[in-house]
Structure formats: C-alpha cells, structure tokens
C-alpha cells in the first residue's frame, strides 16, 4: 500500500542515489584524509538510509490518495509566478516584473476587478521600489528605459 | 558580579541612545506585525527586512534584526487568541486556550496576560543571557575543531530528537539541509561541487533564500487556496483587564515558563516552538483542575507564552558565545552579524563589548516597548488581518522576491527560494520538518571544516573525539539521543515526540484540510 511515508522516504533514496552517483565526480580521498567528495558521499549514504527507514516504518502512515490537494492549482500558479519573478527580474527590471506579477495573481488568479488589480499592482510596485531602492538604497534592479 | 552591572550600564549607554531606541521601537514594530500576519514567521520577517539593514552600523542592525524576532514572538499570541490562526509556530499553543476565552468574552484578559507573561519572561532571561553568555564565551576558548565538530553533530542530534515529528524524519532533513551545504567551493582544496555551470554557487547556497522559500513560500503555497480565515474580534481598551483570579491563575505558570522557556532555549533546536509544547503540558499536568485545559483556561495562555518568549533570549546564548546557532533563526542571525562584519563567538565580548551589551540593554528596552505597544495598539495590529488573503499574499510574494534578491542581487538566489518553496510544500504536506534543514545548511560547511581540521591535527586518527574530555562528552550525549530514539523503532507509543504532534494537530485541526 502506498502510504505518504513510503512515497517520502522512496523519494529520499531516490535523492541520496543520484546524489551518490554525482559524487564520483569529485575525488573521494581517503578515510584518513577526507578529499571534497567524502562528505558528500557520508552524507548521501546516511540520506539514504533514513529515507529507507522512513519508507519502511510509514506503513501506518496516511495513504498517498487520502492527502488533499485542493490548494494544489493555485500553488502550481504562485510558483509559475515566483519562477516568472526569478526570469524576468533582470530582464524587464524591479517594477516591471512586479507589476506583471501582481496582475496574474490578483487578476487571473483571485480575478479582481480591473481597476482594483491596476491600483494595487502600480501602487505596491512603485512604492516599494520608492522605499527600498530610493530611500534605504537596497540596489533593485533597473528594466528597459530605465524602470 | 560587578563587571558585569558595570557592563550592563555601558550597554545601557548605547541602548539609551536616540537612534538604537529608534531602531529598536522600528524593530518592534515590524516584528509584531510579521507576527500578526499568519505565513510571516520571524524567520522570513528578518530574512526579508536583512537587506534593509545594510546600510546601518552593525549595532543598529542587530538591534532592528532582534527587534523583529521577539516582535514577532509577541504578535504571533494576538491572531492565536482572536481567530485561532497561530501568527507563527511557537503560538500553536495558545490557540487552544486563548481562543476558548476569546469565545467566552474573555478576549482582552487573555491578550494582557500574554502580554504581561512575555514582558516578565522576556526581561527575566535576559538576565539569565546576561549571566551565562560570558563564562560560557571564556569556556569555549578551549574548543579547538574536535570540540566543535562534537558540538555541531550533538546539534542536529538535539535538533532532531527536539523535533516535533519522527526522528528518522527530522534526521533526514538534516542531512538534506548539509547535502545542500556541500555546494560550492571546497575552502580546502578549492574544488568548486555540484555547481552545473552556475559561478554564483561558489560561495555555497545562501541561508536567506532557503529560509524564505522553506517557511515563507511554502506557507503561501499552502494557504492561498483555502477558504478565507474567520472573522476577527476587536476587543476595546477597557476589555483588557484580567481579574484577580485569572492574575493569580497566571503567576506560577509565567515563572514556570520563564525558567522551562530559557532552558530549552539554550538547547539546540527550534527551541521557542518546543517551549510552548512543554509548557503547556505540564501546566495541564500540574493544575488541580486539568479538564479546563482547552476550555480556556488563563494558564494554557500565560505558560506558553512566558516559554517562547523566554527561550528566544536563550536561543541568543550559544549563538553570542559559541558563534553556533541553536536553530534556523539564529542562524540568520548570525548570518546577518556576518555580513556586518561580526564574527559572534568567545571573542565577540571581549573585543566588541558595546556591541554585545548593546544588545543585551536594547533587548530590555524592546520589551517595554513591546509591552508599550502590544496592550493599546492590540486594535491596530488586529486591523491588519482585515486584509482580504487574496491581496496580503501577492504582497508577501513580492516582499520575499524582493528581500531575497537584495541580499547578493542575484536571480540565481530567487530561482532557489522557489525550488525551496516548492520543496517545502511537498515536504509539509507529508508532514516532514523543515527547520533542520536551514539549520543544516549553514552548519555544513564548519562541520566539514571541522572534522577535516581535526582529522589532519590527529595525522588522520578518529580517536582525537574521544580522547578529548569536552568532544568526547558531546558525542556520547549525542550517542545517548540515538540511542533513546531507537525505542520508537522497536515500540510505537514510546515516542513522546508523537504526543507533542497530536497536540499540534489537536490545536489546528479545525483550520487544516
């Protein structure tokens, strides 16, 4: 039976097997003289071996199916978004991108009216631009025709 | 005894001064709001506002930063008791009993002995940090790298056994969180690890944007598709008063839970969330009537409350003297000392004294700050939370994106607190902990560097753990850890751990899908 615990504790291993596996790259050295891929490795092999003790005491775990998802679509946008952040940031500057975002959140997402989502996307983006970069002089980045 | 009034009096000098009263009461402030708003733990609060201080002498920055932290320790009690959403973890408890005497008219007596209880216990383990930093600083003098690797592994041992969840569990995360810590540079040999073309993992993966993506954006991912939260009691001034009854209900729970509090604080772990746990178990079992325990009785508020305040002095006590953080607040701390240039440990007292009894002045003066603010300004801070969560969300969104690009001005930092969001919604929704994993990113590179200094002090010989009195001790409290939580492994009901999780499940179980 699937339970939450086993599909974690698989996925633990999974992760300290590819990570062992990246390791190889990296020389090893020796018990007595730790090279940069010693700790790495010690460090996958006891991943792994709490994911397997993980996966095989989670049977009285809840079952995978029995977990909720509901929030699950508006969490995959959220991250769309951060993602998008994280891409465009650079790209199109501070307050370009956070007007971008706020649009799809508040618009797309929690579809608030037009006027609203202006209003808060242009105010939230230039204020906060205005308090951190202009007067605690965090350095934000700068878009296309200087924005 | 002397030296040490004599101290205090020097940091009173520099905490009395116009501007690190200013950013203290700025600090309070903003840390009452981060913990008002549920998602902004103080652990995001100071991980966004870290950029802001950049530009302040080290003082006021470490001021402003610990203003936010036991800011939010106060806020955190307000939505627990007028809507039963904990403001951040360590609030948990006080939801139970909090919101019971909110239901019953009760709101404001509940809210002005929070307040009191975090004043008393706030002040009073300061004066335990006062007392115990110093000699603990000269003591670990003689740490050399066995002693402090020993220290580090007992660490996430406590850390892990303290955990609120199955050890397996929070051990894994642990190693998670160092696996994530072996990225970058090798310091010993220069040999750049699991960088894939990426110059800007050189210096490792920062602490701030796994912080944020691990607490703040996995809460955001979690909440945002929920029903909106209840509505919101406001109670009025002159509600605020509790009665003789309930003052003297609250006074041994408040001292029970400033000592429990500090104590715990010191150990390693996420000790302000573990304090309130205790606290209010024993405060149920020590009360001649515990069936009013969940029926909002004033000691399930005034206990917890005293213990989360109080073990956040004492989380400050390895961190100042040690320079080893005892959870992933600390950490960022220390983090954040770093990049102003303060190396805290045994040295910091004796050759930065102003900063250190600064600090320690300014955190009386925040307490009655907060004290100052909590009680009147309740109405105010309450009014914040009428922010529909569907425009506070998108806001905390850019807050983090923003606060985690300024501190290296890198998008390499902002696509990692994403993947950390993300990692830390799958992870909560299969119910691991997170907090050992910040912990294990920063503690991973002193640990490599520790074991590698030791094993080429010994010419590669292991003994050197043990045959050092001080590592040696550390590593068999350690053994003694593993061994206890290997009896949850043969026998199911013996793992307190699984009781503190009912609990927390028991306070939130109304609210979680």
Known sequence: MWTSDRVAGSALVLLAVVTAGETRRLPLGTLHNPGPGYMPLLLAVILGVL??????????????????????????????????????????????TVIVLLAFLLGVMERKRPAVVVAVALGLSLGSFFLFSNLLKVPLPRGPWGL | MAETFQNLYLGFSVALTPTVLFYAFVGCVIGTLVGVLPGVGPLAGISLLLPATFGLNATNAIVLLAGIYYGAMYGGSTTSILMRIPG?????????????????????????IAAVGSYIAGTLSIVGLM?????????????????????LVLGLLVLAYMSSGSMPKALAMAALGLLLGM??????????????????????????????????????????????????????????LPS????????????????????????????????????????????????????????????????????TSGAFVPMLALGVPSGPIPAVMLAAMMVHGISPGPFLITQQPELFWGFIASMYVGNVVLLILNLPLVGLFVNLLRIPYPFLYPAILVFCVLGVYAVNQSVVD?????????????????????????????????????????????????????SRPIAATMLLVGLALLLLSLRPLLARGADWRRSVGLEEKRALGEENP
């Open chain 1, 51 to 96: 994911g397997a003790i993980v996966a095989l005491r989670g049977g009285g775990a809840p079952r995978l199916i029995a977990l909720r998802w509901s929030e699950a679509p508006h969490a995959f946008a959220i991250l769309a978004g951060s993602a998008f952040a994280a891409f465009a940031l650079e790209r199109l500057g501070y307050r370009l």
């Open chain 2, 88 to 112: 951040e973890a360590a609030s948990v408890m006080t939801c139970i009993d909090g919101y019971e005497m909110t239901k019953k008219g009760r709101a404001g007596p509940a809210l002005a």
């Open chain 2, 131 to 151: 007392f115990l930093a110093p000699p603990l600083a000269s003591f670990a003098l003689r740490f050399g790298p066995p002693e402090y690797f020993a220290l």
């Open chain 2, 183 to 240: 990225i970058g540079i090798d310091t010993m040999t220069g040999f750049f690890r699991f960088h894939y073309g990426l110059v800007e993992l050189g210096d490792g993966i920062g602490v701030v944007p796994v912080a944020v993506g691990l607490f703040g954006i996995s809460e955001i991912l979690l909440t945002a598709g929920l029903p909106t939260p209840p509505a919101v009691h406001k109670p009025k001034l002159r509600e605020l």
């Open chain 2, 244 to 311: 003789r009854q309930e003052w003297r209900d609250s006074a041994a729970p408040i001292g029970r839970g400033t000592l429990l509090g500090f104590l715990i604080g010191i150990i390693p772990g996420s000790a302000h969330i573990i304090s309130s746990f205790v606290s209010y178990a024993l405060e149920r079992r020590l009360s001649k009537h515990p069936e009013r325990f969940g029926q909002g009785a004033v000691e399930g508020v005034a206990g917890p409350e005293s213990a989360n305040n109080s073990a």
């Open chain 2, 414 to 466: 902002v696509w990692i607190m994403a993947i950390m969001g993300a990692l830390g919604y799958l992870l909560r929704k299969f119910e691991f902990d997170t907090a050992p994993i910040v912990l294990g990113v920063i503690l991973a590179p002193m640990l490599e560097m520790a074991l590698r200094q030791s094993l080429a002090m010994s010419g590669g010989n292991y003994a050197i753990f043990f």
